[in-house]
């Protein structure tokens, strides 16, 4: 049973950082993409970055390249979203998920275990 449990999440301004992080169980990550996904209220769950089952490759949304850092750690089983220079419009609740592909997809239905998600809110 895999379960991917994230956190990090919480209330900064514009301009500011957080850091979320996906802790993975029950299943070990090398030989898996993982991705992170967020839904704003009223919205429907939109990509927002890619990373390949290595770590060495990455793909993100445009709305967020150049401010927001996907990682991963197969060794200690975590992902993490660096995300800097924050706006208004990146609130939202951010979800971390698992595909059984190794290589960067984007679309939602690639992934097969997804997390219970963590809220960023962004003042402005």
């Known amino acids: 049973h895999v379960q991917l449990v994230e956190s990090g999440g919480g209330l900064v301004q514009a301009g500011g950082s957080l850091r979320l992080s996906c802790a993975a169980s029950g299943r070990t990550l090398y030989s898996h993409a993982m991705g992170w996904f967020r839904q704003a209220p009223g919205k429907e769950r939109e990509f927002v970055a890619t990373?390949?089952?290595?770590?060495?490759?990455?793909n993100y949304a445009d709305s967020v390249k150049g401010r927001f850092i996907i990682s991963k750690d197969n060794a200690k089983r975590t992902v993490n979203l660096q995300m800097n220079s924050l706006r208004a419009e990146d609130t939202a609740v951010y979800y971390c998920?698992?595909?059984?592909?190794?290589?960067?997809?984007?679309?939602?239905?690639?992934?097969?275990?997804w997390g219970q998600g963590t809220q960023v809110t962004v003042s402005s």
């Open positions: 998920a698992l595909s059984f592909q190794s290589g960067l997809t984007t679309k939602s239905g690639s992934y097969s275990y």
């Open positions: 990373i390949n089952w290595s770590g060495d490759s990455t």
